[in-house]
């Protein structure tokens, strides 16, 4: 007698489901992926008891058909995929098929759906496995699905469950791990009536604020500093902590493809490159982005599994360690208030009009700069045709060696505390700065269009544009030109944020624009884009781009007449002096200047 047979669906999904809902916090995780899979803006999670008696997730994602919604709870059913070989291009959270059939087999799962182009939603009663009902309601557009009585059907897996506080703080923290990635997108998460996280759209950096800046007593994001490296192996981005902000508790994050991870050799490269700088038992909060071809991950990995194998660990390992090396070090390359031992500095690419100009000067303090005992570092990163043969080279060596990814630093490196300085804002257009040697002055508009161009164009590199969709959009008609023009821009303006759709020959409307835009100046924005882009016969992507950055770094930069309080002004400064080039703006403006004590005492003699 034959003994093998098919186990029923009900019963593989409930072993399925033992390995992809755990708790609440995976069966969260596994929904508020399908949201961000369909593209939803905004996402709200409303959870009863943590989880174990209500967990909803909302979303205004494109929907599911009447077919779908039923299709999506059939194991394996996916519309991620199609065959093994589109695993190695995946751009989406899901692609197993497996967590809803999971989730519907251990719960009470009600779901109502609406596509845009549907009338009428769909709404869906399923319990263990059992669909009860199925029948058009009204409905917004997008997905509502509730799971109740979590693990009804499972009592032992029920009692697994820990205390309330515990399952809730396992579910934040996976909440946390997804909202990290997607900054763009609003977030709420509420448990029984009480708001827990209300995440509006905004940049990474204010993400990270809003987060974590809480506990902390001084602003989290100025004690981060950014971290950036682009290869044609992979892209590395995001934020460390300084040095002296390291603490007991840290907040230690990493990315790949927007996918949270584990990884402890990444995390050494990471501490590597604080070598000297930590006292005992502090360590620094990190977020780290990777962005990779998904060919060189291995991407198979179990659901509710962290750890991410890379094709080129110790190759990665060095542009990682290298990368965040740089950022200390150009945190260290704040120019000193402290004039004391002058030494000329060489700013990189003063405008030659302006060159006469004398820019600031800065004491050297050679053993700030990571790279300097480093005498055989490359200049810039090797091309990465035929890396391969450079991984089998380094794969020999026993530590790995530095490898300075993008520019070195050639400028000599000091660090001053710039928070310890008492900025004075002059007729509401100056930061004065007082240093030993004399006063900084500070163009407070020129000096953020510097910061906000170098944010937008690291936005547009990375298509990471902060969208704000517009309630009502704006129609905006234009001449032949203009449309040719704008038709040839179209790709870069969405990298920057904005979203068009061209309704006739000659108008388009305005869907969305770059959140740091307001809805007015937006329009003009795009106008006086467009204008530059003809008037100055840009023809490549490069020129575009930076046009593009400019224009809306002008728009979005903070104006003269604003007051600033004093945290501002430090915040300002700081991130000036961030950048390689703070002396001047990219259009070549003056940024700062400074009056020297001698000349002060000249002139009141
Ligand atoms: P996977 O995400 O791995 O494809 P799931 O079981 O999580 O598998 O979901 C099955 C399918 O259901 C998805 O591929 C998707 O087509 C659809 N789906 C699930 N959640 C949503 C949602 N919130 N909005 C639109 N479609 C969804
Ligand atoms: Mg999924």
Redesign the pocket.
């Known amino acids: 007698m034959d003994v093998i047979h098919l186990l029923p669906d009900s019963v593989a999904n409930q072993i399925a489901a033992g390995e992809v809902i755990q708790r609440p916090a995976s069966c969260l995780k596994?929904?508020v992926?399908?949201?961000i899979?369909?593209g939803a803006q905004s996402i709200q999670v409303l959870l009863q008891d943590a989880g174990s008696t209500l967990l909803q997730?909302i979303?205004d994602?494109?929907?599911?058909s009447e077919t779908?919604v039923r299709m999506?709870f059939e194991r394996h059913?996916?519309?991620?995929i199609r065959e093994a070989s589109d695993l190695f291009s995946l751009h989406?959270?899901?692609?197993?098929?497996?967590?809803?059939?999971s989730i519907a087999a251990v719960a009470r799962v009600e779901v109502i759906?609406r596509r845009e182009e549907d009338e009428l939603g769909t709404c869906l009663m399923i319990e263990g496995s059992r669909v009860l009902s199925q029948e058009p309601v009204a409905a917004p557009v997008g997905?509502s699905?509730k799971v109740k009585d979590l693990f009804f059907n499972v009592p032992a897996r029920r009692r697994f469950l820990k205390k309330e506080a515990t399952e809730l703080r396992n579910l934040i923290a996976d909440f946390q791990r997804i909202v990290l990635v997607y900054p763009h997108i609003q977030f709420l998460l509420v448990n029984n009536d009480e708001i827990l996280l209300d995440l509006p759209v905004q940049s990474t950096a204010q993400r990270i604020e809003k987060l974590f800046g809480s506990s902390q007593k001084k602003s989290l994001a100025a004690q981060l500093v950014e971290v950036n490296a682009k290869t044609e192996l992979v892209n590395i981005s995001g934020y460390v902590g300084k040095p002296e902000a390291a603490t007991k508790a840290p907040q230690q994050y990493m990315f790949v493809n927007g996918r949270y991870m584990k990884h402890p050799y990444f995390h050494k490269a990471v501490m590597n490159a604080y070598q000297g700088m930590l006292t005992a038992d502090h360590n620094p909060s990190y977020f780290i982005y990777f962005d990779i071809n998904p060919n060189d991950i291995d991407v198979n990995i179990h659901p509710t599994k962290t750890e991410i194998k890379f094709a080129d660990e110790p190759y990665i390992w060095q542009i990682l360690s290298a990368a965040v090396r740089q950022s200390l070090g150009k945190f260290h390359v704040v120019p000193s208030l402290d004039f004391e031992q002058p030494t000329d500095v060489e700013i990189p690419q003063i405008p030659t009009d302006l060159s006469q100009v004398r820019t600031p000067q800065v004491p050297i303090d050679k053993t700030y700069n990571p790279f300097n005992s480093h005498s055989s570092y490359r200049p810039s990163f090797p091309s990465t045709k035929g890396w391969e043969q450079l991984y089998t080279k380094e794969l020999e060596k026993e530590q790995p060696e530095q490898v300075v990814v993008e520019q070195p630093i050639t400028q000599p490196a000091l660090f001053e505390d710039i928070t310890l300085v008492k900025p004075y804002q002059h007729k509401e257009k100056y930061i004065v700065l007082s240093g030993v040697q004399g006063l900084m002055i500070i163009d407070q508009h020129r000096a953020h269009v510097s910061i906000q161009y170098h944010y937008f164009c690291d936005l547009m590199r990375a298509h990471k544009g902060v969208k704000q969709q517009l309630l009502f959009p704006e129609i905006i008609d234009l001449s032949t030109d203009e449309v040719s023009t704008l038709l040839a821009v179209q790709d870069d303006l969405r990298n920057a944020g904005f979203e068009l759709t061209q309704i006739s020959k000659q108008s388009f409307s305005i869907d969305a624009i770059p959140a740091e835009l307001s809805g007015q100046s937006a329009m003009q924005s795009l106008v006086n884009i467009l204008h530059t882009i003809m008037e100055e016969n840009i023809s490549t992507q490069a020129q575009r781009n930076q046009a593009i950055a400019l224009a809306l770094a002008e728009d979005s930069a903070i104006r003269t007449g604003k007051v600033l309080s004093e945290m501002e002004m430090k915040d300002l400064a700081q991130h000036l002096f961030a950048l390689t080039e703070y002396t001047f703006t990219p259009d070549g403006k003056r940024i700062l200047t400074v009056l020297e004590n001698d000349e002060i005492e000249k002139r009141l003699k």
């Open positions: 596994e929904l992926e399908n949201a899979d369909a997730v979303d994602g494109k929907g599911m779908d999506a059913a996916t519309s991620k989406t959270m899901g692609f197993r098929g497996e967590a809803l059939a759906s997905t699905m």
